[in-house]
């Protein structure tokens, strides 16, 4: 049997989609449909059921995924093996948000690189680039603010990240206890800083306690939660940000917390691989050893 046709089947069971998988082959999308047709001719049976939107499985085209797919991983994996890779350092490319990436991944990897992991990071602008990167092989593992749908990806909830609406101290001095319970009253008095137009922090926070949106405008963007963290910190505006990233400059006075809700907004952060290649033991061992590590963030 050609393995061409069993990695286009593969990738095909995988993305739930001839386009979707005709963009991560690099083919046409009739050729991919003509590979699976000369796939199905082979076999006899048929391997997909054509819907509205994608393809379903059928259950041969299961069974064949299930037996075909982690020989056709190994297979790449020995393929795009380098020469220090096979001298036994092997190398992890990771991809996430940069923020998170910077302060909780590539610290939390540490420990693996003495025992012979490489790690390469990308820093992607949106999660979109992340999971086409991930789906492209150009990430081995990625960190995702939602779980991905279909069965390309695998993924595994990795941790909840609390957000804090935090200002410099001498505007929280400004607003009493009754004018901060009122969300819009708030955001009439102080200047927002936000990494996008749209407000997604601070709507998101909007929506889960104060179940309204935000009627404002940002004064400060900027597309890096550090430089949104330093601008709030400098006196700039109110901000949303991650617990964890700002902890340090709320212990020290820099920000403070103007509000203290009895259930703090959250967002889960998900560990995602292509499906399958927790058969590659370098990425098994980063995937375990980052959920690990996460149970004390």
Request: hydrophobic share 45%; with cysteine; charged share 20%.
């Amino acid at each position: 049997m050609d393995l061409t046709l069993l990695r286009t089947f593969v990738t095909v069971h995988r993305a739930g989609s001839f386009t979707r998988a005709a963009a991560l082959l690099g083919l046409s999308q009739p050729a991919v449909t003509s590979q699976i047709r000369t796939l199905e001719r082979q076999l006899g049976r048929p391997l997909f059921l054509r819907q509205a939107r994608g393809v379903t499985p059928t259950t041969i085209g299961d069974e064949l995924a299930h037996r075909a797919a982690p020989h056709l991983d190994a297979l790449v994996e020995i393929a795009g093996t380098g020469p220090d890779e096979r001298e036994g350092l092997r190398t992890l490319h990771v991809a996430g948000p940069p923020e998170f990436t910077s302060a909780r991944l590539l610290p939390a990897l540490t420990p693996l690189i003495a025992q012979g992991l490489a790690v390469r990071a990308s820093l992607p602008v949106n999660a979109e680039e992340t999971l086409d990167g991930l789906a492209a092989g150009h990430h081995d593992l990625a960190v995702a603010t939602g779980r991905p749908r279909g069965g390309l990806f695998t993924a595994t909830p990795l941790c909840d990240e609390e957000h804090v609406l935090v200002a410099a101290p001498r505007w929280a001095t400004r607003l009493s206890p009754d004018v901060l319970r009122e969300g819009a009253v708030v955001l009439e008095q102080l200047p927002v800083v936000e990494v996008h137009e749209s407000l997604p922090f601070v709507a998101r926070y909007w929506a889960a306690v104060f179940e309204s949106k935000p009627a404002a405008t940002a004064t400060v963007i900027a597309p890096d939660l550090r430089a949104v963290k330093e601008s709030a910190a400098s006196g700039a505006g109110l901000a949303v940000l991650p617990r964890y990233l700002c902890e340090e400059d709320l212990e020290h006075g820099r920000l403070v917390a103007l509000l203290d809700p009895p259930v703090p907004p959250l967002r889960t952060y998900f560990l995602v691989v292509r499906t399958g290649t927790l058969a590659l033991p370098h990425i098994a061992r980063a995937h375990e050893w980052l959920l690990r590590a996460a149970g004390d963030w």
